[in-house]
């Protein structure tokens, strides 16, 4: 199995980009959203994330899919973001099909979720039990609507538009990530796209990217809420105008809002804002608000005139027998099929799974998923990069510190590229869990799914559970050069 995640390179698609007919010079922006939040009362809402079987009691604050379209030359690129825990790249299909029969112009849609883990189980992992789906098919038809709906309200509102882009990378910002793994790499980068209209001169959109799990929450809490980017879009929508749409970035590892490292203190009270409590996600989306509005106020001006779409579709070797299992039985509700040699691989076998027992599971080699490479150019000079990565990537394969440790599953794997080591721009965007939510990407030197340990802890580390195995990352991070390095 090694040497696949070398050599996948071999087996991707690229993505033409459809032949439009060529716009008017300059930059077109348009923003819309669209309340996503489920009926808790029409039927049973499974939360996602944590453990199973937590049932939503009410809703504290709507959920949404917030939705920038750009159009520069003869492209049109989206990008929508929902407070999901995430959605698979089949749901992104479906909806991408229907952007496709309204707003024909936009020939390249991205749906990323924020990872929220205080909203529908999107995903069926988080039902009832191991085995049983908390995905309520319902509400999934109603959401890939109303995300679409979200991108072509987006798309027929575009008009003239001026762009800044905004960057924070004090040092400081790391401290609003906590990190549960070594080694502790983060990404404390915050980037900022502030667009605002020719004609008017208000605000059309914000786009902050920025890394954190949205769980400050907690696993207690049975109130649907978007969690931190609530505030955060409240703060930059009362303070730019214009919509604001939230895109997480490198979180794997796991960096995190909750944690006493994320020490917060409340200026009404002068105490550190507790974990798991409503003041302490307003006070850190709020926090992350103020930055984005500082990076902008810093930001530079751009006259972006063309857009350089590089996608491809890719094959992932699995190897978490956990979401053979899921996959085989229904969980993610006919969802993710596998595939061998690139073909669909519906086989099933019976296995005898740790602490399970017997079970049926899936025995196709890969799933399918896609990665992507945008850039920003203005007369020809690049001026900012979006890479888009389908599930949750450790930040040291973006950033470089991928480190050997005894008890390692593969002690000699070579490491994978960083992606930010390609990127040649200032403002760097990467975009998680973007058209698809594979979890964890791990490089495959600090894979630890067999005992001992890494640094010979009594217990496993978290993190290989919930990833889809050691050879997604060099699978990404390669395909992902690829596009980049492409000239
Ligand atoms: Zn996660």
């Avoid at 709906?149 to 003239?160: L, T």
């Amino acid at each position: 199995m090694r040497q696949i995640a070398y050599t996948c390179l071999a087996c991707i698609l690229f993505i033409p980009s459809a032949a439009q007919p060529a716009a008017a010079e300059g930059l077109r922006a348009g923003a819309a959203k669209v309340v996503i939040t489920p009926d808790v009362h029409a039927a049973t809402v499974y939360l996602a994330g944590y453990g199973q079987n937590r049932v939503a009691t009410g809703v504290h604050d709507d959920l949404y899919a917030r939705c920038l379209a750009l159009e520069a030359g003869a492209d049109t690129v989206e990008v929508c973001a929902a407070d999901l825990i995430g959605l698979f790249y089949d749901d992104v299909l479906k909806i991408r099909e229907m952007v496709k029969n309204q707003a024909p112009q936009v020939n390249h849609l991205i749906v990323a979720s924020t990872h929220d883990h205080e909203g529908p189980d999107t995903m069926g992992l988080w039902g009832p039990s191991p085995l049983q789906s908390g995905i309520d098919e319902k509400y999934m038809a109603l959401l890939r609507e109303r995300i679409a709906q979200a991108a072509v309200d987006a798309a027929r509102s575009m008009q003239p538009a001026h762009l800044t882009l905004g960057r924070d990378d004090h040092p400081l910002l790391a401290m609003l990530q906590s990190d549960s793994r070594p080694p502790f790499v983060k990404d404390p980068y915050l980037f900022v796209m502030h667009l605002v209209s020719d004609s008017s001169g208000q605000t059309i959109a914000d786009l902050i990217n920025w890394s954190d799990h949205p769980e400050t929450l907690g696993g207690k809490n049975t109130e649907i809420t978007a969690d931190y980017p609530h505030w955060l879009c409240q703060y930059v929508e009362s303070h730019s105008g214009g919509t604001a749409i939230f895109v997480n970035g490198s979180i794997g590892g796991l960096l995190s809002s909750n944690g006493p490292s994320v020490a917060l203190q409340d200026p009404e009270t002068g105490a550190v804002a507790a974990d798991n409590t409503w003041r302490k996600a307003e006070l850190f989306g709020d926090t992350i608000g103020q930055l984005a509005e500082r990076a902008v106020k810093g930001g530079e001006a751009v006259k972006v005139d063309s857009l350089d779409f590089r996608g491809a579709v890719i094959f992932v070797p699995l190897h978490n027998d956990r979401f053979r299992v899921a996959g085989a039985n229904g969980v993610f509700g006919g969802r993710k099929p596998l595939y061998t040699d690139g073909r669909i691989d519906p086989s099933v076998a019976e296995k005898d799974i740790p602490g399970m027992g017997e079970m049926k599971l899936s025995t196709g080699h890969d799933v399918q998923t896609e990665v992507s490479y945008i850039r920003l150019l203005a007369a020809g000079r690049l001026t900012a990069e979006i890479v888009t990565v389908p599930g949750e990537v450790y930040p040291e394969l973006v950033n470089g510190g991928i480190t050997r440790y005894p008890g390692a599953d593969y002690p000699d794997a070579p490491f994978e590229p960083a992606i930010r080591e390609h990127l040649a721009s200032r403002y760097q965007f990467i975009f998680g869990l973007a058209n698809d939510e594979l979890g964890y990407i791990i490089p495959k030197a600090e894979y630890d799914d067999q005992p001992p340990w890494l640094l010979n802890r009594k217990e496993r580390w978290y993190g290989e559970i919930n990833s889809a195995g050691p050879d997604v990352a060099g699978v990404v991070t390669n395909a992902l050069v690829g596009l980049i390095d492409r000239r």
